[in-house]
Structures are given as C-alpha cells and as structure tokens.
C-alpha cells in the first residue's frame, strides 16, 4: 500500500485500483553531458517510453502526473541582512592534489548493471575511486531506491537525510522535466528504513524488492509480501522544493530544513519540511548583501548550521574563485550566516551537490559531481592541507549527496541513473 498525501484526503493505492500507465515496445539508454534535469532511460515506468520483459504483453496504459496541493505555510519576511560579516578578506587552505579532477569530459549514463538488469537489479554495485588523499574509500549499494510509486516519477533524486533515530530515510525529488529555480516543483518520499533492512533489502539476490513490488502494484498483481514492502513507503505532495538538494536535518531541534531559494542578494528562502505531511509548514525569506545563500545545507549535533558556495560559480567569483564556508542559525524567526575567515583553494570538482557532517567522526564532506573532499570540524577557520581528505572519481555517476546516520560513522551516497543509497566502505 502507498499512501500519497492531499490536502483533506488521503488516498490509498492498493491491490483493487488499478493505476495506468503507458508501456512502450522498445528502450534506449543513452549517455548524455551533465545535467540536473537531464532524463534517463525508466525500464519499469511508462512515463518515459521503456519496456521491460517483467511487463510482457501488459498492453497500453498512462500514469497521470502528480497533482500539485496548497498546504498553510507561514512565512517570516527578514528584514536584517542574514550576512553577519560582509568583508572579503578570506585566505585559502590548498589541497594536497591541486585539484581531484582537472577536465569535465566524462558524460553520465545510466549503469551498465541498471541497463542489462532493465532496472531489476538484484545485485549490489559498486562505485571505486580514481584519485585519494588522506582518506580511502569507496561506495556499494545498500538500497536501490524505486523509479516510481503510484504516479509519482522518483528518478530525478537530489538530497536526502536521516529522521534523528535513523528509523527513517527522507529523499526529496524533483520534477526534472522543469528548470532548476525557486518555483521548481518536487516531493518527499519516506522510507522506513529499518523496515526495509529487516525484510532484505540490502541482501544479495532481493535488492529489487522496492521496484518489484511498485511495479506489482501498477500491474494488479500485488503479492503479500509486495505489501509489506510498500507499506514502508509514505509519498508526499507535490509543492515549490526548489533545486530540492539541501534537505537536511537539525538534530537539536529534530526540524527537517530544506533551501528553495538561493545565490540572490535578495528573496533567499529557506523552508521547514513537516514530517507528517511531507511538505513545507515554515518559510524564512530574507536577503544577503554578499555573495546569497548557498544551494546545499547540514547541521552539527549543537543544532549550526552551515553551507558552502562552489567557487566555479558566477556567485562566488568576489570570494576569489574558491570554496567559501559560512556557519549560522536557521529558525522559523530569523536566519544569519557568517563566512568563515579561511576556506579552500579549490573546490571539490563541478557542480557542489550537498554538505555533509559526520557526527561520531566531527568531519564536513563538500561533494560534488565527481569528487568528495572532508575537513576536521575542530580546524575550520584554520585548516591544513595535511588535515582534508580527497576522493576524486571520474566515473559516469552524478553524486547528488552524501548523508550520514546520526551519532554513527555509516554513510550512504544518493546517486542516480538508476537512484540508490551505496553504503560508504572504508578501503
């Protein structure tokens, strides 16, 4: 069972409604240059034109797109500047490598195991490392997140992050048939994940249960077990999430914030995501006399907030062309940053993607596409290139995010085409 979430209603979709779909004859996996919008090949959903040998003679249907809903949202106009400290006068610790990734001509594409597994991937994957420094790991699935639910597209994944006790795993989509802005559209879909790990989803040969049972469900062919499975999943409405790569949550006030707006002098806006109806409650517009909110947000376990601008950005070229890391407070009253006096020479690779933190280890990680550098919280301010880990790769996989569990050194990577959390090895 499904449930999506409406403004009054709830509506439940299970064994005895029949959802339509569209199944086409054919399939094409095609690479294409970086973009967030960028759609790719579904096996498992009609709403781009795939097929698969699971849907067999299944015949034409079409799933309607999702339905945006009016939820009551306050929202507090700040009238003081939100940057506390507007001078410049930054320096700049050097990585170790000079730069993890010196070219942008790698293209993404989706996988070679989601391609040949026509989206039924029952194995996990990995994702090895190009480049280290300081630090040595690699990425392998823990969960293969599903492509659709009900009629809701789940292919364009951008942020994700933990409920306080770990019980919980919160992803926030976008619509990525629309222009990245402020007025994007999206939804936020939870997954019990202690749920899911006990019925086996992260066990070898039924890591497919997710996509399985959702396209069970389109079919009208729902097993018992498809239930159980499904019934671990709450799709919420859609409503304005913006770029939707910054979901994070305050575990000192155990609020889930996410950025809608950013990189304007003005009508920033950081909202509050309700965790009961999986959309925005609390808003906070406010305007920034330097440089603008970052695109990416996470807390410390002392309930800080901090964010860092990608020094290939237009944005932050007064910074002086590199990573600059600020540190503030977000409530539903007001919102204030302040840069850090020292930030690093050269940013992680193309695009900055999320902002982590590792509560039992104190470290940041800045990830971008193809590259994920970390620092010691204790020497923010004051870093030495011996002190930050680099690992590049130039693989075809674009890093939405990386999310740790809270007070606990287990890291998951949201990635995509197909989307799936891979579980942070060290090697």
């Not at 009016?70 to 610790?93: G, M």
């Not at 097993?223 to 799709?235: A, C, G, I, S």
């Not at 999986?278 to 990416?296: N, P, W, Y």
Request: with cysteine.
């Amino acid at each position: 069972m499904i449930i999506l979430l409406s403004i009054g209603f709830v509506f439940i979709l299970n064994s005895n409604i029949l959802v339509e779909c569209s199944v086409q004859a054919s399939v094409t996996t095609k690479s294409s240059t970086r973009s967030h919008n960028t759609k790719q090949s579904i096996p498992l959903l009609g709403m781009y034109k795939a097929t698969s040998s699971f849907y067999g003679q299944m015949g034409e249907m079409l799933i309607p797109g999702p339905v945006k809903q009016s939820y009551l949202v306050t929202n507090e106009i700040q009238q003081q500047d939100a940057i506390r400290n507007p001078n410049t006068n930054h320096t700049y610790a050097s990585l170790y490598n000079g730069e993890i990734i010196s070219s942008r001509e790698g293209k993404i594409s989706d996988t070679s195991s989601y391609t040949m597994t026509k989206g039924i991937q029952t194995q996990a994957d990995t994702l090895h490392p190009s480049s280290s420094y300081g630090e040595s790991y690699y990425f392998r699935t823990k969960l293969y997140l599903p492509l659709y639910l009900g009629n809701r597209n789940l292919t364009d994944p951008q942020s994700a992050t933990f409920s306080e006790d770990n019980h919980f795993l919160y992803v926030m989509y976008v619509d990525g048939t629309q222009p990245t802005s402020a007025s994007q559209t999206g939804w936020v879909v939870r997954y019990d994940w202690k749920k899911l790990m006990a019925l086996g989803a992260s066990k070898s040969g039924g890591m497919a249960l997710l996509r399985t049972a959702a396209a069970h469900q389109l079919l009208n062919r729902i097993t018992e077990f498809d239930r159980k499975v499904l019934n671990t999943v709450e799709v919420g409405p859609e409503f304005n999430t913006g770029h939707a790569q910054s979901l994070a949550l305050n575990p000192k006030t155990n609020e889930l914030w996410y950025i809608q707006s950013y990189g304007h002098t003005a009508q920033n806006i950081v909202a509050r995501l309700n965790a009961k109806t999986l959309t925005a409650d609390a808003k906070v517009t406010f305007s920034m006399s330097r440089f603008g909110m970052g695109s990416v947000l996470t807390f410390d376990r002392q309930g800080e907030a901090y964010y860092w601008i990608d020094g290939k950005n237009p944005l932050a070229t007064s910074t002086g062309g590199n990573v600059t890391l600020y540190h503030g407070k977000i409530t539903t009253n007001s919102v204030y940053f302040t840069a850090f006096e020292q930030g690093i020479a050269t940013n992680p690779t193309f695009s900055a993607q999320s902002m982590s933190f590792n509560e039992a280890s104190k470290r940041f990680y800045l990830v971008a596409d193809e590259g994920v550098i970390s620092f010691p919280q204790l020497a923010l301010g004051k870093l030495k290139t011996t002190q930050i880990g680099e690992v590049g790769f130039s693989g075809q996989r674009e890093l939405e995010g990386l999310v740790f569990m809270h007070n606990s050194n287990t890291g998951f990577l949201l990635t995509n085409r197909g989307p799936e959390m891979m579980e942070l090895i060290p090697d």
